[in-house]
């Protein structure tokens, strides 16, 4: 467990269970820190399982957030440190297919047995270094495996996400699946229609970025998921030749080959209303997709490209695509980019002030716009070098007018 009594809110979390033992209570350390611990992983964060009530529990601990008390969790703060805190319990039905419809309080045997996989269901006392397994969740994680606590199709039809879940911890721990929660997973997936994008396109971007994502051919379930919410029933089949290094960081990649995929139909906007993307998301999709089309790396994308990156801080993720990209086409347009901004700087040379006086407000933004296109396209950083130029377009205008 050196792992998680190194992780540096281990002290903190262990003063937080003495001080409800002290108090007669069981208070243990649960879950995927446990199972981080025993791995010689770093935990993300650290949960306690205890038998105070929540209301025990905001007594005992000066402050506390309400944060799920219907479900049983107090959020307690401790030296700068936050922890939830849950009273051992087992769930009722789910009828939303995520949460419990009630819960009731039990013992630490029955909270192990509401839970999803065996090696997440494991307990450690802090003060004693004892680990408490109810479930065989030592022996699969010896074995590497993930196996759903007791019948797996009962864990998948409470909470429809788990099914995404397995497949992301098969991508973080390098774990095989047992058959017969892998035989569950598959049989329940189209459950996941049923899940909120934003709660899919979180797993997912986890997944992606597992170690192990490459090794299991997680871009698959990618795929499958992206099948099942475009309501589309045949295989696909990926071809895209990912970097060696890819998978386990761009989700990008996976998006950009099935909107490739004519026979889909998918393009941005679709998946950003299923997934609730960002704006910054949305755009950088747009833009990269851009690029592969024969028009790819204009003055109009370059224009685009500049004004998005200009004032978001996604650029360096972006080069990191293009690195990626087949032949010349991404070394080309990474050169171009970084030439910008390293000596174009200050926006566009030629702005409104710079236009006739009387000159139409309206028409000015298509005019600046086409010399800011060409100003981008042609590298140009000086005004006077991009001078031929603007009188070139105004007199085109003048002309169409």
Known sequence: MKSLIQHPDFLAARQVCEKLQTEKHIAWIAGGAVRDGLLGLDPKDIDIA?????????????KT??????????????HGKEFEV?????????????HPDQVEFSSPEEDAQRRDFTVNALFYDPLRDQVHDFVGGKKDLRAHLLNAVGDPRVRFQEDHLRILRLYR??????????????AA?????????????????????????????????????????ILLLAGKD???????????????QKLEYFLL????????????????QWFKFSNDEKRLLELFLGLQKPSGGSGEWLARAVDFFGTQSVFTRYIDLLKSLPGDLGESQE??????????????????????QGFPREKASEVLRRVYEIQLEQLIFGKDKLQPFFEMEFKKYLRNS
């Open 50 to 62: 205890t038998s105070a009530t929540p209301d025990e529990v905001e007594n005992l601990f000066e």
């Open 65 to 78: 957030v309400p944060l799920g008390k219907r479900f049983g969790t107090i959020q307690v703060h401790l």
């Open 86 to 98: 849950t009273t051992f319990r087992k769930d009722g039905g789910y009828q939303d297919g995520r």
């Open 169 to 182: 911890f098969q991508a973080q721990l390098g774990f095989e699946i047992t058959s017969e929660t892998k």
């Open 185 to 225: 997973a598959e049989d329940l997936f189209p459950l996941l229609k049923k899940i909120s994008g934003e709660r899919l396109w979180q797993e997912l971007l986890r997944l992606s970025q597992g170690e192990f994502a490459m090794k299991f051919q997680s871009h698959q379930v990618i795929s499958k998921l």
């Open 234 to 248: 045949f295989e696909l089949s990926l071809s895209w030749e990912f970097p060696p290094d890819s998978l386990g």
């Open 257 to 272: 080959e099935l909107l490739g995929k004519k026979e889909l139909g998918l393009d941005v906007k679709s998946l950003a």
């Open 335 to 356: 050169f171009k980019l970084n030439e910008i901004f390293q000596r174009q700087g200050g926006g566009p040379l030629y702005k409104f002030e710079d236009l006739p």
